[in-house]
Each structure stands twice: as C-alpha cells, then as structure tokens.
C-alpha cells in the first residue's frame, strides 16, 4: 500500500491487512470510520467526511472498476503501462497512416501521370489544330485564287462570245456555188490550163485572173500592142461577167478555157 494512502476521517495509515472503502463522492475511509457512520455495502447513506447525501461505497481492491483502480495504482507502473499502450497506439495508427499516405501517394502519382499524358495530348492537338488552321487558310486562299482565275476565264470566254456573234453578225450570209460541170455540147480544144488559177468554184476573182492570164498569152501570137489591147479588153470583159453573174456565176468551158465570147455558145 502507498504511503498516501489513508482514511480522510481518521488518517489512519492503510497496510496489507487493513480494509478500505471508497465512495462515490470520492473519499476514502477505514472500516472502522465506515461502521461509524453506519454506511453500508448495496445501499446509500451519508458521507462521513463531506456529509453528502446517497453516498454509496465500494471496497478498495483489485476487483475494482477498470475506470477506479488506476486511482489507487503507483504513477511509475501507469506511466509505464501507459507509454506501453501509447507505442502500441503510435505504431498502430501510424501504420494505418502510412498506408492510407501511400494510397494518396499512389493515387496522387496516377493523377500526376495521367495529367502530364492529357498535357502531352492537349498540346499535339493544339498543334495539330494550327496546322490544321493554317491548312484551312492555305486552301481557301488557293480557292478564293482559282476562283479569281475562273471569273477572269469566263470573263474572257463572255468576251469571246460577244466578238464571235459580232463577227458572225457583220459577215454576210453566201451561200456555196456548185462546181462547174464539164459535161454537154463544149467543145474541146488542145489549149493548156496551166495559166488558170487552182481554186474553189466560189474563187471568182482568181478564176477570172487565171482566164485573163490564158487568153492574154493566147493573144502574144500577133503584136505587143495588140497583146496589150486584148489583155485590157479581156479583163474588162471577164470582170463585167463576173460582177454582173454575182456569188452565184459559174464560168463556163469557154470562160475556163479562156475562148472567146463567140465561140461559147452553139
């Protein structure tokens, strides 16, 4: 027993053998304090020290309640008792601390991860979004360009139009001449076509160059003055029949041949 260990009535010293009791309202007295003031086990009464109404007591021994008995026991096997179960505490919340730090450690390292993998991505498709961009700028430039380049082309193909009905609108509206035929009552005669002029059937003026060419060498036969005369006259003539038989004329044999006017007729 402790040496603080006393009764608060009496102070009698507690030993091994002696019997103490504690009340309710926390005193301590001896057995004989405890008759005394006809306090009993299982009922209330009053307390011999304070005088407090239904005071109730309980012996003071190892059967004690948990809550009690570490009042009575030595501060040094507490301390120890206690620096046991706060170790015991320490370890065991501090390893359930250090496993829930490492499920946010891990947690926090998964986040980081997956964070610097979305900013990676993030920035590629910026990147690819400005290329895209400047893509898309590029092409519609090139478009808004070929579009420019199409109005000029249709522009100079409305051009083109307006010049061709212009054209076709001031030419005039001939119609084709059938070519001369050969055949009937004409005479022929050896006279060569070498001086005629190769041409379409509507070719009158070279025709008529080429017939003029004809008879003025067919005329070279007599004098130069005379030559000259009836190269003058036969261009007169040839060129009268001409204007005067329009688009239409065909020459005849004798025409092509260039014969002269009475010999084209039978």
Same mark, same amino acid.
Request: proline letters at 5%.
């Given at each position: 027993m402790n040496e603080?260990?006393?009764?608060?009535?009496?102070?009698?010293?507690g030993t091994n053998d002696s019997q103490f009791w504690f009340t309710s309202c926390g005193h301590i007295i001896c057995a004989e304090c405890k008759k005394n003031g006809?306090?009993?086990?299982?009922?209330?009464?009053?307390?011999?020290?304070?005088?407090?109404?239904?005071?109730?007591i309980m012996m003071v021994n190892k059967n004690m309640k948990p809550d009690l008995i570490h009042l009575f026991r030595p501060p040094k096997d507490l301390l120890i008792e206690f620096t046991s179960k706060i170790k015991t505490t320490v370890e065991f919340q501090n390893a359930h601390r250090q496993r829930f730090f490492k499920h946010i450690r891990e947690k926090y390292n998964k986040a980081a991860k997956i964070a610097k993998a979305a900013h990676v991505e993030i920035t590629k498709r910026v990147e690819r979004e400005k290329n895209l961009l400047a893509e898309r700028n590029q092409v519609r430039m090139e478009l808004d360009s070929t579009k420019d380049y199409v109005r000029q082309l249709e522009k100079v193909?409305?051009?083109?139009?307006?010049?061709?009905h212009r054209l076709k609108r001031k030419s005039p509206n001939t119609g084709r001449a059938g070519y001369p035929s050969l055949n009937g009552n004409t005479p022929l005669s050896r006279v060569s076509f070498f001086g005629c002029t190769t041409s379409t059937p509507n070719d009158f003026a070279n025709i008529a160059a080429g017939c003029l060419d004809n008879r003025r060498r067919n005329?070279? &036969?007599?004098? #130069?003055? +005379?030559?000259?005369?009836?190269?003058f006259l036969s261009q007169q003539r040839a060129m009268?029949?001409?204007?005067?038989?329009?688009?239409?004329?065909?020459?005849?044999?004798?025409?092509?041949? &260039?014969?002269? #006017?009475? +010999?084209?007729?039978?």
């Open positions: 603080w260990f006393h009764c608060n009535k009496c102070f009698l010293v006809n306090l009993l086990l299982g009922q209330k009464g009053i307390c011999v020290v304070c005088s407090k109404q239904e005071t109730s193909l409305a051009d083109r139009d307006q010049e061709i005329a070279v &036969g007599g004098n #130069a003055g +005379t030559a000259g005369e009836f190269d009268e029949e001409v204007v005067a038989g329009g688009p239409s004329f065909i020459p005849n044999t004798p025409a092509l041949l &260039g014969l002269p #006017a009475d +010999t084209r007729s039978f």
